[in-house]
């Protein structure tokens, strides 16, 4: 029998009822995902969309968003304003009972909005629930009507304060401190939902004025996805100059695509819905890639490009350096659950197949030299992806055999338990002399790379396979890689069977190359601890373009760490500090004095003995790591693309650009 304590009763009086908006209050993280970077943005997602709603009923052109010195966000269009009649049923002015009441809004039936991305009618009433205050201005009737709530209550009425020769509406909002862990918008998200919606509404035109930074950003890309298409594929080589595009409408559904390849081994596709990108896809990204694929092997057979006992190119083949955009615009979207992540509606997937299909097959038909490009990288991926299977199978067949094939480099910790254990990747034999000797060998693992990996982003799966310092760490860690992690949507590894819609006899026809196993992992933390100067630096950028590309569960579940050594050693007698950069060298040279000091900078890490490495870096009490997490994988892509890609230009411009905001410099 348990021996707590009983409770003496459990009747009606302990159920407990919200009212209004106080289940988001008690419960934020259940509407806006969090309450730090990503719940902010939500919350002035939430207020743009509404906006764009009314870009997609066709009644606004124009929409600013504000961001002030004291945090507070101010979003305002030109579209109709919500009315401010007399709700029938609530007795209460309309534009009161949508910014106060959960699921309430126009979007439910047709009246008010054909098309809508804000479905539940939650968004705006839970932004009001999360702020401090809120202000709607509504211009309409030739006035302008104005009401305040704070947390979400009314405490002024709807009144008149003035006449409008226009119409729209204005919401203010300053987020509640005491439920936000930061009150600090991130701009950059904004500017990238601004940007994005920019290209999906060409009509629209979008301001950001960012007040803090004195800066006003416009967007109004009349191109539409074929121009976000060409901007996601800037700084890569494309194999044609403009975007292969196409709109049609199936059953009320507005289906359109834009397609680019380039000369990469990455695929990027994005996918909307309502204007809302589907984070994990759904069925009009499922229909896009069947089409894609089809299209591709059956032009591919018909040119002749493929004899008749080869098998069919594989949906991994085919999208091999594609960079796609699909929007769709329909009337009921069912979305899978309130964060409308991914599309669920079943009739879509025929819809969007049908439309790419005859958009493709036309223009290949009337293109055929591109068509050629298209279809030879995708033969030659197939060739490169049969030899990476040969490679990976042998791998594979060296780790079954468990420790007794593990690298000879690795010193491993005894430690079995994988939560328990830690793997450092080491820059360099010396270092990893140092780090042997320094580790706890009960939990701590040491694996020293010989030079620079491989440049993944330069060189497909094959010739990756082929290099020794690469195979050494995937038999390490033990979990094998996947194919390719590209960037599907926007973020999410690319975890799909392969979609050819052709029984070509190949079974599992994506068949990860060696099926990335999050469960065999032989280590709870990877760290990667390299030299704090440039060639460490380079280093350590080659490794996580690596684990990006072809580990990123690794990165997603928070796996991955970034090691911080200590530029210079400060010492007193025998008494030791340790400084990161110049500036904290300078710091503690003015708390201590300069007398009877010495101070030596570590050119790197074999430089520091083992009790050096140990008590700076490596023990867990003393150390300080970074964890590696992804934001925002677009970004992120695009980033590496830059970083380790073959285009210079794009390269400098980056350094130029973030050169002033650098850190840690070995100069």
């Known amino acids: 029998m348990s021996t707590a304590t009983k409770r003496e009763s459990y009747d009606a009086v302990d159920i407990q009822v919200l009212k209004g908006l106080e289940a988001v209050r008690k419960r934020p993280g259940m509407y806006v995902g969090d309450t730090s970077t990503r719940g902010l943005f939500n919350l002035c997602r939430e207020v743009i969309d509404n906006s764009i709603d009314e870009v997609l009923a066709g009644e606004a052109e124009k929409i600013k968003v504000v961001l002030t010195q004291d945090g507070v966000v101010s979003v305002e269009d030109d579209g109709r304003g919500i009315p401010v009649d007399i709700h029938p049923q609530e007795k209460r002015p309309a534009v009161e009972v949508v910014m106060t009441m959960l699921h309430a809004g126009g979007k439910f039936g047709t009246a008010g909005y054909k098309v809508a991305s804000g479905l539940h009618g939650v968004g705006v009433s839970v932004v009001n629930a999360l702020s401090e205050w809120l202000e709607v201005e509504v211009s309409r009737d030739g006035k302008v009507y104005h009401q305040r709530y704070e947390l979400g209550i009314p405490v002024t009425k709807v009144s008149v304060i003035g006449t409008a020769t226009k119409t729209g509406t204005k919401v203010t909002y300053k987020v509640d401190s005491g439920i936000f862990t930061s009150a600090e918008l991130d701009r950059e998200m904004v500017i990238k939902r601004l940007r994005e919606l920019s290209y999906l509404n060409p009509v629209a035109e979008l301001t950001l004025l960012d007040e803090v930074r004195n800066e006003t950003f416009v967007f109004h890309n009349k191109g539409g996805i074929a121009a976000f298409v060409e901007h996601l594929n800037r700084n890569k080589n494309p194999l044609h100059r403009k975007s292969i595009n196409f709109s049609k409408s199936r059953q009320e559904v507005d289906v359109e695509v834009a397609v680019q390849y380039n000369d990469g081994f990455n695929d990027t596709i994005i996918s909307f819905a309502n204007n809302i990108c589907t984070v994990d896809g759904g069925t009009h990204e499922s229909g896009f890639k069947t089409a894609l694929t089809r299209v591709v092997n059956q032009y ?42 991914r599309l ?43 030899a990476a299977k040969k490679a990976a199978d042998l791998i594979k067949r060296k780790s079954a ?47 020293p790379l010989r030079g620079k990996i491989i440049n993944v982003e330069k060189n497909r799966l094959d010739r990756i396979l082929a290099n020794e310092e690469i195979r050494a760490m995937i038999t390490a860690l033990g979990t094998g890689i996947a194919e390719r992690h590209n960037i599907d949507h926007n973020g999410n590894g690319d975890g799909d069977v ?46 996580l373009t690596f684990l990006f590309r072809y580990m990123r569960p690794l990165i997603d579940h928070g ?19 340790y400084a990161y950069d110049e500036a904290e060298r300078e710091n503690l040279l003015k708390e201590i004095g300069k007398k009877n000091i010495s101070v030596t900078q570590f050119k790197g890490l074999g430089e520091m003995n083992s009790e050096e490495l140990r008590e700076t870096t490596m023990d867990p009490e003393k150390r300080t790591v970074l964890q590696v997490t992804l934001h925002d994988a677009i970004e992120a892509d695009e980033i590496f693309s830059v970083l380790m890609g073959d285009q210079v230009e794009p390269r400098k411009a980056f350094i130029e650009n973030h050169a002033k905001s650098a850190r840690y410099l070995d100069i």
Do not use: W
């Not at 819809?351 to 591109?370: A, K, Q, R, W």
């Not at 820059?427 to 060998?441: F, I, L, M, N, V």
């Not at 990860?512 to 350590?540: C, E, K, N």
């Open 300 to 341: 591919a057979r018909k040119n002749n490009f493929l004899k008749e006992k080869q098998a069919n190119l594989t949906g991994d083949d085919v999208r091999e350096g594609l960079v796609a955009a699909i929007s769709i615009k329909l009337l009921n979207p069912i979305f899978e659950s309130q964060d409308k992540k």
């Open 344 to 386: 669920g509606n079943t009739e879509v997937e025929g819809y969007v197949s049908s439309i790419v299909h005859e958009g493709l097959v036309e223009f290949l038909e009337e293109n055929p030299s591109i068509a050629k490009r298209i279809v030879a990288k995708a033969i030659t991926a197939s060739q490169a992806r049969e």
């Open 401 to 447: 055999l468990e420790d007794s094939t593990l690298p000879g480099k690795l010193a491993d910790c005894s430690e079995k338990d994988p939560a328990l254990c830690e793997i450092f990747i080491v820059e360099g034999d010396s270092a990893g002399g140092s780090a042997k000797q320094g580790r706890d060998r009960r939990y701590q693992a040491v694996l």
């Open 498 to 543: 392969d979609d050819d819609g052709e029984n070509n006899g190949n079974g599992d026809k994506r068949n990860a190359i060696s099926r990335f196993d999050l469960s065999r992992l032989r280590y709870g933390r990877i760290i990667i601890m390299t030299d704090a100067d440039v060639d460490g630096s380079h280093i350590r950028t080659l490794l």
């Open 559 to 577: 796996h991955v760490y970034i090691a911080r050594p200590p530029l210079f050693q400060i010492k007193r007698g025998k008494t030791s500090m």
